[in-house]
């Protein structure tokens, strides 16, 4: 049975006891009723007190507006604490089409946003249908974890996710695309066109950007006609453009971690595909050579110290998710998890890409409106590119993905992350032309970023 990089998926729950009304005794400071004694008090704190608020709030509330106005003088900070405009966003969208998928009881469409228009795209959808496919696909993947390929109830879970895969493609992507004039797969030489998706609801828990009919090689299928990217939103995706300020010989500096083996939880299998993830990584990347972290001396300490000395880091070991806290969704070093906010706090604006080599790295959790993962996390530190699985990925497979992704991102023994989703996208189709029929091999695989 193959090795998987996850651990069980958990959930919590807990409850708020309601605020309590105030009593009548708590809405009055005087007991013996309207006297002319308690009006002159109210009339002397309210009126004549100089601490009192109505008389601060008015000089503090101008100061407050004051400052704002100041703050968004300064260039880079003119949408500080407020909105950016559409204009603004839309920039986001520089070399392609940011698809926004809009799920809701008023209707379903996509919004295409290019850098000069925003088009609405009626999508064939409901908020039922959508709840529908995604129970049946997060059932299919928890009953593919549990039973192995070549089982017949392996074999059952595999033909559900290929259900899901044709739904996305004939529901969502295939519209889509059509619309945008994207129908068929570029000729050899020619540009890919880029697509990044920005789903909402039920939607970002499926693999949009695999979605298709991978066994009829017909071009039904995302990654035959776009390079596809995510982003949480357009905000995010714009910052991901800033320019960097370190020189190129900098951004280039690899930290890879591996964990072959994880102590902590316990109870987590080996994962032998670590060490051939590491070599590989070694014999790619040469100018310069990657700082490599392996077992006992990949704490969680040791990894936040070395994160703002390496804009590139490579994390091979364990992950998690919890779908109703996603704030705790997680990868494991050796002496415990690396979580979400761990990461979010950290402010690396010189970062330039995160490869995380692990399972349910970018996968989102029942508060289904935000793309809270560890993915999104580090791109909230500062990293523009992330790399990252949507769901279980198999040990066996991710050193040969991590040779087809290295080979592209550091050709000449430089890295460089700049084609970080391009290199994802044909690498997959690689991996998709060796076992067509297997899409769960490849599928959990996303980029995140320009």
Do not use: K
Not at 8 to 34: D, K
Not at 117 to 126: V, Y
Not at 138 to 143: F, K, Q, Y
Not at 177 to 197: E, Y
């Amino acid at each position: 049975m193959p090795t998987f990089r996850t651990s069980e998926a958990r959930s919590s729950s807990g409850s708020a006891s309601p605020p309590t009304r105030p009593t009548s005794a708590s809405r009055s400071t005087c007991s013996a009723g309207p006297s002319r004694g308690c009006r002159r008090a109210t009339a002397t704190s309210a009126g004549t007190d100089p601490t009192s608020p109505r008389r601060i709030r008015p000089g503090v509330a101008h100061q407050h507006d004051e400052l704002l106005n100041r703050i968004r003088q300064v260039p880079g900070f003119e949408h500080f604490l407020r909105p950016a405009p559409f204009d603004v966003l839309r920039r986001a969208a520089q070399g392609g089409t940011i698809v926004l998928l809009n799920v809701s009881d008023e209707g379903c469409h996509a919004l295409a946003v290019t850098t000069d228009r925003a088009t609405a795209i009626p999508l064939p959808i409901d908020v039922g249908t959508v709840a529908a496919q995604t129970f049946v696909y997060l059932n299919a993947l928890e009953e593919l974890e549990a039973a192995p390929a070549g089982t017949p109830d392996g074999d059952a879970a595999e033909a559900h996710l290929d259900q899901t895969l044709a739904w996305l493609w004939d529901a969502v992507a295939g519209p889509v695309l059509d619309a945008l004039g994207h129908t068929d797969t570029p000729a050899d030489g020619r540009p890919w066109p880029r697509v990044w998706w920005c789903p909402t609801s039920g939607l970002t828990m499926l693999p949009i950007h695999a979605a298709g009919y991978h066994g009829a090689a017909d071009g039904r299928a995302v990654i035959d006609r776009v390079v596809s990217s995510h982003t949480p939103t357009l905000g995010a995706l714009l910052r991901a453009r800033r320019p960097s300020t370190t020189p190129a010989a900098g951004a280039r500096s690899v930290l890879a971690i591996g964990l072959p083996r994880t102590p902590e939880p316990p109870g987590l299998p080996d994962l032998p595909g670590v060490d051939a993830e590491l070599a590989i990584i070694r014999r790619h990347v040469r100018r310069p050579a990657p700082r490599v972290l392996v077992g006992p001396a990949a704490t969680t300490a040791a990894v936040l110290d070395l994160l703002p000395a390496h804009p590139w880091i490579h994390l091979a070991c364990h992950g998690s998710q919890n779908l109703t806290e996603p704030s705790e969704n997680a990868v494991y070093l050796y002496d415990g998890p690396l979580s979400v906010p761990q990461i979010a706090r950290l402010r690396l604006d010189d970062a330039q890409i995160a490869v995380l080599s692990a399972c349910q790295t970018a996968t989102g959790g029942r508060l289904l409106e935000e793309a809270l993962h560890l993915a999104a996390g580090f791109q909230l530190a500062g990293y523009r590119h992330v790399i990252a699985a949507q769901w279980t990925i198999n040990d066996a497979i991710t050193p040969r993905l991590t040779d087809l992704l290295y080979r592209a991102l550091a050709e000449d023994g430089t890295p460089d992350p700049a084609q970080a989703a391009t290199a994802l996208h044909h690498a997959l189709r690689s991996l998709r032309a060796r076992r067509p029929g297997r899409p769960v091999l490849w599928m959990p695989y996303l980029h995140i970023g320009p």
